[in-house]
């Protein structure tokens, strides 16, 4: 629904119930990535305290993956997104394996997009800059002779 609104609420309720409770913690720690902003690292700080006491899944490091493309960390959010890959291969069956190669190959792409904004921003005449430029208007002109 989007309504970060309506789950702050729900989330004050179940911080008077029990606030250290592992699922408010959650619970706050998803609020905090919908609110974005300065909240991405008590988030962060959140998956990160989850990692220290409890075993590691899928769960805890695609959060962690998730704050950090937030915080414009790609490297790290790489590496947990392909522990998390390696962690379901071995914990699970082939549903969430194919789940979760099909998620982590999502979220690979948005890496790499990001990398290459940041050459085309910082390195403009980079060879690679050049080439996806190449193919960018020769893809243009292909649609435009279709349409």
């Excluded at 700080?45 to 805890?60: A, C, H, N, R, V």
């Excluded at 959010?77 to 099909?102: I, P």
């Amino acid at each position: 629904m989007h309504r970060s609104d309506y789950a702050e609420r729900q989330l004050r309720v179940m911080q008077q119930i029990d606030e250290d409770h592992t699922l408010t913690q959650l619970a706050n720690a998803w609020l905090n990535l919908a609110v974005g902003g300065s909240k991405i690292q008590e988030a962060y700080l959140i998956f990160q305290d989850f990692s220290e006491k409890y075993p590691m899944t899928g769960l805890i490091l695609n959060g962690k993956a998730v704050c950090c493309m937030h915080m414009g960390n790609f490297d790290e959010a790489e590496t947990l997104l392909l522990e998390a890959l390696n962690k379901a291969s071995l914990d699970s069956g082939a549903f969430m394996v194919d789940y979760f190669r099909k998620y982590s190959n999502l979220y690979l792409v948005m890496i790499k997009y990001a990398y290459c904004s940041q050459l085309k921003l910082t390195h403009p005449e980079h060879i690679l800059v050049k080439r996806a430029s190449s193919a960018e208007d020769s893809f243009e002109r292909a649609v435009q002779s279709v349409a």
